[in-house]
Protein backbone atom coordinates (compact mmCIF):
# COMPACT_ATOMS: atom_id res chain seq x y z
CA UNK A 1 0.00 0.00 0.00
CA UNK A 2 2.54 2.53 -1.13
CA UNK A 3 1.10 6.39 -0.19
CA UNK A 4 2.79 9.91 0.11
CA UNK A 5 2.81 12.36 2.24
CA UNK A 6 4.43 10.23 5.90
CA UNK A 7 7.50 11.70 6.93
CA UNK A 8 10.42 10.20 5.47
CA UNK A 9 8.10 9.91 2.31
CA UNK A 10 8.07 14.17 2.38
CA UNK A 11 11.75 13.84 2.62
CA UNK A 12 11.71 11.80 -0.12
CA UNK A 13 10.04 14.07 -2.38
CA UNK A 14 11.83 17.20 -1.11
CA UNK A 15 15.37 15.33 -2.53
CA UNK A 16 13.52 14.66 -5.60
CA UNK A 17 12.98 18.70 -6.07
CA UNK A 18 15.97 19.22 -5.36
CA UNK A 19 17.27 18.16 -8.94
CA UNK A 20 19.23 14.54 -8.63
CA UNK A 21 16.19 12.41 -8.09
CA UNK A 22 14.56 14.00 -11.08
CA UNK A 23 17.65 13.78 -13.17
CA UNK A 24 19.01 10.48 -12.47
CA UNK A 25 15.27 8.49 -12.52
CA UNK A 26 13.82 10.48 -15.95
CA UNK A 27 17.16 10.18 -17.47
CA UNK A 28 17.90 8.29 -20.46
CA UNK A 29 20.87 6.05 -18.01
CA UNK A 30 18.02 5.26 -15.58
CA UNK A 31 15.83 4.15 -18.40
CA UNK A 32 18.28 1.42 -19.58
CA UNK A 33 19.59 0.70 -16.09
CA UNK A 34 15.94 -0.68 -15.88
CA UNK A 35 15.65 -2.49 -18.60
CA UNK A 36 19.06 -4.33 -18.06
CA UNK A 37 18.36 -4.83 -14.32
CA UNK A 38 15.02 -6.68 -16.07
CA UNK A 39 16.56 -9.03 -18.32
CA UNK A 40 19.45 -9.81 -15.98
CA UNK A 41 16.79 -10.47 -13.44
CA UNK A 42 14.67 -12.66 -15.64
CA UNK A 43 17.59 -14.14 -17.08
CA UNK A 44 18.89 -15.46 -13.44
CA UNK A 45 15.44 -16.83 -12.87
CA UNK A 46 15.26 -18.76 -15.53
CA UNK A 47 18.81 -19.95 -15.56
CA UNK A 48 18.02 -21.22 -11.63
CA UNK A 49 15.76 -23.87 -13.16
CA UNK A 50 17.67 -24.60 -16.34
CA UNK A 51 18.83 -28.06 -16.63
CA UNK A 52 21.12 -29.58 -19.55
CA UNK A 53 17.75 -31.36 -20.94
CA UNK A 54 15.26 -28.62 -21.77
CA UNK A 55 17.35 -25.29 -23.13
CA UNK A 56 14.85 -25.53 -25.81
CA UNK A 57 12.07 -24.87 -23.18
CA UNK A 58 14.29 -22.82 -21.44
CA UNK A 59 14.53 -20.44 -23.95
CA UNK A 60 11.04 -20.19 -24.75
CA UNK A 61 10.50 -20.07 -21.18
CA UNK A 62 12.46 -16.59 -21.09
CA UNK A 63 11.52 -15.26 -23.91
CA UNK A 64 7.68 -15.23 -22.77
CA UNK A 65 8.38 -13.69 -19.65
CA UNK A 66 9.96 -11.52 -21.13
CA UNK A 67 7.21 -10.64 -23.19
CA UNK A 68 4.39 -11.24 -20.49
CA UNK A 69 6.40 -8.32 -18.88
CA UNK A 70 7.32 -6.11 -20.80
CA UNK A 71 2.94 -6.51 -22.09
CA UNK A 72 2.15 -5.87 -18.22
CA UNK A 73 4.24 -2.68 -17.71
CA UNK A 74 2.33 -1.16 -20.51
CA UNK A 75 -1.02 -2.30 -19.88
CA UNK A 76 -0.26 -0.57 -16.48
CA UNK A 77 0.09 2.52 -18.07
CA UNK A 78 -3.39 2.52 -18.96
CA UNK A 79 -5.08 3.67 -15.97
CA UNK A 80 -9.06 3.65 -15.51
CA UNK A 81 -8.96 5.45 -12.01
CA UNK A 82 -5.99 6.18 -9.77
CA UNK A 83 -6.32 6.75 -6.32
CA UNK A 84 -4.50 9.69 -4.18
CA UNK A 85 -2.67 7.66 -1.95
CA UNK A 86 -1.13 4.81 -4.04
CA UNK A 87 -2.58 2.28 -6.19
CA UNK A 88 -4.70 2.26 -9.50
CA UNK A 89 -7.53 0.27 -11.56
CA UNK A 90 -5.83 -0.40 -15.03
CA UNK A 91 -6.86 -2.24 -17.81
CA UNK A 92 -6.24 -5.67 -17.20
CA UNK A 93 -2.59 -4.85 -17.06
CA UNK A 94 -1.95 -8.18 -14.63
CA UNK A 95 -3.22 -10.72 -17.35
CA UNK A 96 -0.11 -11.27 -18.80
CA UNK A 97 1.27 -12.12 -15.74
CA UNK A 98 -1.62 -14.82 -14.59
CA UNK A 99 -1.00 -16.57 -17.92
CA UNK A 100 3.11 -16.63 -17.68
CA UNK A 101 2.23 -18.47 -14.07
CA UNK A 102 -0.83 -20.41 -15.28
CA UNK A 103 1.26 -22.20 -17.98
CA UNK A 104 4.40 -22.60 -15.97
CA UNK A 105 3.91 -22.73 -13.04
CA UNK A 106 3.58 -20.99 -9.79
CA UNK A 107 7.47 -21.04 -9.00
CA UNK A 108 8.22 -19.19 -12.04
CA UNK A 109 5.29 -17.03 -11.82
CA UNK A 110 6.51 -15.73 -8.59
CA UNK A 111 9.87 -15.25 -9.61
CA UNK A 112 8.64 -13.17 -12.86
CA UNK A 113 6.07 -11.38 -10.64
CA UNK A 114 8.68 -10.00 -8.66
CA UNK A 115 10.79 -9.02 -10.97
CA UNK A 116 7.78 -7.16 -12.78
CA UNK A 117 7.28 -5.74 -8.95
CA UNK A 118 11.01 -4.75 -8.88
CA UNK A 119 10.49 -2.96 -12.46
CA UNK A 120 7.83 -1.21 -11.20
CA UNK A 121 9.31 0.41 -7.91
CA UNK A 122 12.30 1.35 -10.47
CA UNK A 123 9.75 3.51 -12.82
CA UNK A 124 7.67 4.58 -10.02
CA UNK A 125 9.42 4.51 -6.56
CA UNK A 126 7.62 4.98 -3.36
CA UNK A 127 9.72 4.53 -0.57
CA UNK A 128 8.87 4.99 3.13
CA UNK A 129 10.93 2.11 4.77
CA UNK A 130 13.00 -0.17 3.06
CA UNK A 131 10.87 -3.43 4.65
CA UNK A 132 7.36 -1.39 2.83
CA UNK A 133 9.81 -1.46 -0.30
CA UNK A 134 10.13 -5.53 -0.30
CA UNK A 135 6.69 -6.08 1.10
CA UNK A 136 4.88 -3.92 -1.64
CA UNK A 137 6.87 -4.34 -4.91
CA UNK A 138 8.92 -8.33 -5.14
CA UNK A 139 6.65 -9.92 -2.87
CA UNK A 140 3.18 -8.42 -3.35
CA UNK A 141 3.46 -8.41 -7.04
CA UNK A 142 5.74 -12.02 -6.95
CA UNK A 143 2.59 -13.35 -4.84
CA UNK A 144 0.40 -13.27 -8.77
CA UNK A 145 2.43 -16.31 -9.43
CA UNK A 146 0.26 -18.23 -7.18
CA UNK A 147 -2.22 -18.69 -9.80
CA UNK A 148 -0.15 -21.28 -11.34
CA UNK A 149 -1.47 -23.25 -8.23
CA UNK A 150 -4.52 -23.62 -10.36
CA UNK A 151 -3.81 -25.42 -13.77
CA UNK A 152 -7.41 -25.93 -14.58
CA UNK A 153 -8.68 -22.75 -14.13
CA UNK A 154 -7.10 -19.53 -15.00
CA UNK A 155 -9.70 -17.38 -13.52
CA UNK A 156 -9.33 -19.62 -10.23
CA UNK A 157 -5.89 -18.93 -10.27
CA UNK A 158 -6.06 -14.94 -10.74
CA UNK A 159 -8.21 -14.86 -7.44
CA UNK A 160 -5.89 -17.00 -5.84
CA UNK A 161 -3.11 -14.87 -7.03
CA UNK A 162 -5.29 -11.30 -6.84
CA UNK A 163 -6.08 -12.03 -2.97
CA UNK A 164 -2.69 -13.10 -2.16
CA UNK A 165 -1.06 -9.68 -3.49
CA UNK A 166 -3.72 -8.36 -1.69
CA UNK A 167 -2.59 -9.61 1.37
CA UNK A 168 0.81 -7.94 1.30
CA UNK A 169 -0.43 -4.62 0.24
CA UNK A 170 -2.64 -4.83 3.13
CA UNK A 171 0.24 -5.67 5.57
CA UNK A 172 1.87 -2.61 4.44
CA UNK A 173 -0.44 -0.61 4.55
CA UNK A 174 -1.13 -1.98 8.86
CA UNK A 175 2.63 -1.58 9.08
CA UNK A 176 3.41 1.92 7.44
CA UNK A 177 0.43 3.53 6.45
CA UNK A 178 -1.34 3.10 9.71
CA UNK A 179 -1.68 7.47 10.34
CA UNK A 180 -4.07 7.76 7.59
CA UNK A 181 -6.56 5.50 9.22
CA UNK A 182 -9.35 7.71 10.29
CA UNK A 183 -9.51 8.84 14.10
CA UNK A 184 -11.16 5.18 15.94
CA UNK A 185 -11.64 3.31 12.94
CA UNK A 186 -9.34 0.15 12.98
CA UNK A 187 -6.35 -0.02 10.87
CA UNK A 188 -6.39 -3.25 9.72
CA UNK A 189 -10.14 -2.28 7.99
CA UNK A 190 -8.66 1.01 6.96
CA UNK A 191 -5.89 -0.77 4.88
CA UNK A 192 -8.40 -3.79 3.90
CA UNK A 193 -11.10 -1.48 2.43
CA UNK A 194 -8.32 0.90 0.71
CA UNK A 195 -6.41 -1.82 -1.08
CA UNK A 196 -9.89 -3.38 -1.64
CA UNK A 197 -10.91 0.06 -3.52
CA UNK A 198 -8.56 -0.65 -6.49
CA UNK A 199 -7.14 -4.20 -6.12
CA UNK A 200 -10.54 -5.83 -6.53
CA UNK A 201 -12.55 -4.03 -9.70
CA UNK A 202 -8.36 -4.29 -11.24
CA UNK A 203 -9.15 -8.06 -10.45
CA UNK A 204 -12.78 -8.48 -11.41
CA UNK A 205 -11.81 -6.96 -14.61
CA UNK A 206 -8.94 -9.72 -15.14
CA UNK A 207 -11.70 -12.50 -14.21
CA UNK A 208 -14.31 -11.26 -16.15
CA UNK A 209 -12.27 -10.79 -19.27
CA UNK A 210 -10.73 -14.75 -18.75
CA UNK A 211 -14.50 -15.95 -18.69
CA UNK A 212 -14.41 -14.25 -22.50
CA UNK A 213 -14.25 -17.30 -24.94
CA UNK A 214 -12.60 -16.04 -27.80
CA UNK A 215 -9.95 -15.18 -24.96
CA UNK A 216 -9.88 -18.69 -23.14
CA UNK A 217 -8.94 -19.69 -26.82
CA UNK A 218 -6.46 -18.05 -27.25
CA UNK A 219 -4.58 -19.12 -24.02
CA UNK A 220 -5.32 -22.56 -25.08
CA UNK A 221 -3.46 -22.06 -28.76
CA UNK A 222 -0.71 -20.09 -26.44
CA UNK A 223 0.12 -23.33 -23.88
CA UNK A 224 -0.01 -25.76 -26.93
CA UNK A 225 2.16 -23.76 -28.84
CA UNK A 226 4.44 -23.45 -25.54
Known sequence: MPAKGSGRELLFASVKKGGFFMNFFGGSFFKISAWLLL???VIVSIYLNKTSKDKKIDTKKLTTA???I???FVLSYI???KLPQGGSITL???IPLFIFAYIYGAKDGILVGAVYGILQFIQEPYIVHWAQVLI???LAFGALGLAGLSKKSLPLGMILGGFARLFFHVISGVIFFASYAPEGQNVFVYSLIYNLTYLMPDLILCVVIAFIPQFKKAVKTLEVRI
Open 39 to 41: AIL
Open 79 to 81: RIF
Open 66 to 68: SLC
Open 70 to 72: ALS
Open 136 to 138: DYP
Open 92 to 94: GSL
